[in-house]
């Protein structure tokens, strides 16, 4: 267990060469993949995101535990895919259409991958259609939307209508965040929750999978 604890120490510290390697180890020491996982890998992470949360580290200090955390889970990975070890679930992100921003995106992208989700990254400039598309073909409950622009914002409700249209609302759920958003405008266009962080619409998207049942 000494080396779990380890693991998780060197990837708040971002440390990603010793992540690799301990990973390594702790699996040539007979720990499961799954729990290395989630007492190393996934331990790790969830501090760093409570600390980031309350502002104790900042952006830089995130992404370096991200680079950290992927170092291990190039290791862990494959053993995960061979032993079909489920995720917490999927999430579709990506920077609505019109909109080049992809900072915030990143950000959410990099700490659901902590928490364990499969995450596909549809990028920026992501026409409404392309996102239902993807939830459709990975089988994804949640759709995570960016806006940075004001005048993509309108981008959003496209999707939340879209999957009204195709009968998919309650299967697929949508979240929604950027600097100019609130709560009150995810509340008019319909969609099912708002992350105001990274931190915050991980919280969020565990909620909304959590209570639907699905993953």
């Keep these: 267990m000494e080396i779990l604890k380890r693991i998780a120490a060197e990837l708040e510290r971002g440390h990603d060469q010793q992540v690799g390697q301990m990973t390594r180890e702790a699996l040539a020491a007979g720990f499961a993949p799954k729990q ?10 969830n501090v760093v995101g409570e600390k980031f949360r309350v502002h104790e580290i900042f952006l830089p200090d995130v992404l370096l535990a991200a680079r950290a955390m ?8 494959p053993l995960l895919l061979k032993e079909e070890v489920p995720v917490a679930g999927k999430a579709v992100i990506g920077t609505v259409q019109g ?22 990254d549809l990028g920026n400039d992501v026409a409404p259609e392309r996102f239902v598309a993807a939830a459709e073909e990975h089988g994804a409950p949640v759709i995570g939307m960016s806006a ?5 914002m309108p981008v959003m409700k496209k999707v939340v209508d879209l999957l009204r249209q195709k009968g998919l609302s ?5 979240i929604v965040g950027g600097a100019p958003l609130s709560a009150d405008f ?7 929750a708002y992350g105001y962080d990274g931190v915050s619409a991980v919280d969020r998207i565990k909620a909304l999978i959590a209570t639907r049942g699905v993953a």
């Design 36 to 45: 290395v996982l989630d007492e190393g890998l996934i331990a790790g992470m």
């Design 70 to 77: 992927y170092a291990g889970m190039d290791v862990v990975k």
């Design 99 to 120: 909109d080049l921003h992809d900072i915030g995106k990143n950000l959410v992208g990099i700490m659901l991958k902590g928490a364990g989700f499969e995450v596909i």
């Design 148 to 152: 940075l622009l004001t005048t993509t």
């Design 170 to 174: 309650e299967r697929v759920k949508t």
């Design 186 to 192: 995810a509340r008019e266009i319909g969609a099912d």
